[in-house]
């Protein structure tokens, strides 16, 4: 494929005023526009196994609980550390390029699921090894804010990032509609496969390969409006090791920690709901409740950096955390106990209070980056002259995109953590009561960090 010269700007000044009004905002929501839904096609193919999991027995594959637990579990590992190298690419390759080649990727895990899952003799290996490559739709997360903090200036960065992020993770409950759907469907044909039909009470066909076959169009097309449509900033252009001064910066890890909080929680909830339900209300099908939670919690991210375009992230920030610490709280006084059997409508009320708490965290917290950023290079280079301060500019962009993505890597380690912690304190004590007080004294740590380095008077980065 070729591209015209256009597609890289070699002039990119989105503080500027006349120059956003006259030309940069056309053509940064144009970029947005297409990373949104190729984002959206990422989060889908990386919680695909935990829905395929749920029907791998009605397709004739015979696992243990065991097998099935890595099944989920690797996709968010492999996508996690994926993000580490993810976060560098974009001012190596260029937003246009590598947007088009990580979409791309996720060719991969969709045809091969599409082929693997058509055959219940398949092996474990394979189903593993195709669990690690749905991985890389986690980690197109990191590579996509990076780029698409880019193009916006710091007053437009928290929606930007926030409508991309949000929307973006709307793939979690997309994958939830579309597979259960989709599966009891011959829509492919004879490129499909036969389906396959179960023995006994549940004879319905089932063409569980149709779960990574309904992928494949969708992502073709998004991996050439991606190549065609979008812009690579000259100016963006960095190394790794420009890029890994960021692991000198303090704020880098005070913000990863915060991220573990927002993000984490978000990606931990929404893998570990299901099992979590399934364990504690044995007559509740999870089912049917599953995509709740990450709906909200898509849906209330941009929320979050609107608002914080507004007030400050910092505030919006420290307040979410203590908001989450009050709803573990909330959930744990349905939880089923001694002589009790719990209240699942209070349990789900509670978790979706969470998520939607996660979600405006994720807002805030992209917000503050940036900002953060600017503050630092600008106060560096304060009484140096204007090249310094052009030059502080464009550091700070280049730094706030590494923190955004490696922030993004770090976080997504929740999606494996969170839900071994339900496991570890279920088997350790027969309740989840030791993991919840965990993520109580997480939250109230995250309080005191953001109130401390940024939301306080006189906090040294004031966000």
Known sequence: MSSSPSAVLSRWEPENPEFWRETGQRVAYRNLAISIPALMLAFSVWMLWSVVVVNL????????????????????????TLRVFYSFLVPIFGGRRWTAISTASLLIP????????????T???????????????????????????????????????????GIGNLGVSLVQFVVPMIIGVGVFGAIGGDPYIAQGVDARPIWLQNAGFVWVIPIAIMSVAAW??????????????????????KHNWLMC?????????????????????????????PMTYAFLGPLVGSLTRPLGGWVSDKVGGARVTMWTFIGMAFAVVMVMGFLPGAGGQGDFMGFLLAFIVLFALSGIGNGSTFRMIPVIFLHERLSAAKGRGEAAQKQALIDASKESAAVLGFSGAIGAYGGFF???????????????????????????????VTWWYYARRNAPVPC
């Open 418 to 448: 969170i839900p071994r912690s339900f496991g570890t304190s279920l088997a350790m004590t027969g309740e989840v009561h030791a993991a919840l007080y965990s993520f109580i004294a997480f939250y109230l740590s995250c309080v005191l």
């Open 228 to 249: 065609f449509g979008m812009n690579d900033i000259a100016d963006a252009k960095a190394s790794f090791a420009d890029q890994a001064v960021i692991f000198k910066r």
């Open 57 to 80: 027995g009605r397709a004739g594959f015979d696992l243990s609980k065991n097998q099935l637990f890595w099944l989920t579990a690797l996709p968010a590992l492999s996508g996690a």
């Open 257 to 285: 920690w915060l991220y573990v909080g927002t993000f984490g929680s978000f990606i931990g909830f929404s893998a570990g709901f299901a099992m979590l339900t399934m364990a504690l209300f044995p007559d509740v099908n």
């Open 110 to 121: 969709a045809v091969g699921m599409g082929f693997a899952l058509r055959d219940p003799d």
């Open 123 to 165: 092996s474990y290996p394979v189903l593993l090894a195709l669990a690690l490559f749905c991985g890389l739709g986690g980690a197109n997360f990191s590579s996509s804010m990076s780029n698409i903090s880019f193009f916006f200036p710091k007053v437009k960065k928290g929606l930007a990032t926030g409508l991309n992020a």
